[in-house]
């Protein structure tokens, strides 16, 4: 049982270039999450999904897009990357009911030079 | 604004007791969390505190005062697989979660 699984892990950005990250959950799980993580500052929401074909805009959505074609996939896109996106970014789904826990992915580090 | 403080750093012994405290103000109330994330790793889920109180879980615990707006992760037996961050989250009345910095444990022999 893989949980959620991000790709990539590591990923070095030009100031303008573009690239998405996956998010793939084999928990069947409806609710989905894209955080960023930063030093020196708790974990900010940048998108969530509560099911297939949704997305709502989180805390920080300013530079990013996201989609869910398929429930067990959630993509996060940055169109034209900038030194600001440098970051830790993790996915997160959980299951309906709620019982309040996070299944965290492994984070994507990603540099934006 | 939301806002959640707890410390930055604690350093504690390995076998003793440490409690790391978390305070909050956030618009409406729906739960507070408590998860581990060692250093390069995801965070994971400890407990969930959503009526005021103690949750105890093994050797961690967990303390919530709605009134005060506070908080403690209590953790015995310190072990040195315990050294990581705790991260402090509470649930608003939106139902999104505001997280707190973290706090870094190191446990020393």
């Known amino acids: 049982n893989a949980g959620v699984t991000q790709t990539p892990k590591f990923r070095v950005l030009k100031t303008g270039q573009s690239m998405t990250l996956l998010c793939a959950q084999d928990?069947?799980?409806?609710?989905m999450y894209w955080y960023r993580q930063d030093p020196g500052m708790g974990l900010r929401l940048i998108h969530y999904s509560v099911g297939e074909g949704t997305t709502a805009k989180g805390e920080v959505p300013d530079g990013y897009n996201v989609s869910r074609l398929k429930k067990q996939n959630f993509l996060l896109g940055l169109e034209s990357a900038a030194p600001s996106q440098t970051s830790v970014y993790f996915c997160a789904s959980r299951p309906p009911p709620d019982t309040g826990e996070l299944f965290f992915g492994e984070g994507s580090r990603l540099t934006v030079l | 604004g939301q806002n959640i403080d707890q410390p930055t750093e604690m350093t504690a012994t390995e076998g003793a007791i440490v409690q790391i405290n978390c305070t909050y103000q956030t618009s409406g109330f729906n739960g507070l969390f408590w998860y581990q994330q060692h250093a390069g790793e995801a965070p994971t889920f400890l407990s969930y505190n959503v009526l005021d109180g103690l949750e105890e879980k093994g050797r961690f615990s967990s303390f919530l005062s709605r009134s005060k707006g506070y908080s403690y992760l209590l953790l015995k037996e310190l072990q040195m697989k315990d050294s990581a961050s705790y991260l402090c989250?509470?649930?608003?009345?939106?139902?999104?979660?505001?997280w707190g910095a973290g706090t870094k444990l190191i446990i020393k022999p």
């Open positions: 989250a509470v649930r608003d009345s939106n139902y999104q979660l505001i």
């Open positions: 928990m069947n799980h409806e609710y």
